[in-house]
């Protein structure tokens, strides 16, 4: 979702969560992203043995084969599904892409915030 928003990404955030929610009833955990017809659900802390943490947490999702390119999109996108909500305790900080944004948001937020344009297709 943040690649179709490139254009907006001074006023965009992402939320830092605690590793505790894993541990929360009923958290499911997909093996790519789960609007993708082929995920993969599975009930936390299972579904975190489906997961290829090269892919999950490669640089850059591009291949030369297209399909495997497209897997690989998928793959990297994989998702803890938390049901009803995330519990402001679970909260750890946030990340913008650079000053603009650390600075609108340490003034509206009380949680840590830094900079990691990694994060930001930057």
């Not at 179709?4 to 505790?20: H, P, T």
């Not at 999702?61 to 390119?69: C, L, N, S, Y």
């Amino acid at each position: 979702m943040m690649y179709c928003q490139q254009g907006s990404m001074d006023s965009i955030c992402v939320i830092r969560v605690s590793l505790d929610v894993l541990d929360l009833a009923n958290v499911v955990i997909t093996d790519r992203n789960a609007a993708a017809e082929i995920a993969r659900f599975t009930t936390s802390p299972d579904g975190l043995a489906t997961l290829d943490y090269d892919i999950v947490f490669a640089q850059y999702w591009t291949h030369p084969d297209p399909i495997a390119q497209s897997d690989h999109k998928q793959r990297m996108c994989a998702e803890v599904l938390v049901p009803d909500r995330v519990g402001v305790e679970h909260l750890l900080g946030c990340y913008v892409r650079g000053p603009v944004g650390l600075a609108a948001l340490q003034q509206q937020c009380h949680l840590p915030v830094q900079i990691n344009r990694n994060l930001f297709f930057s």
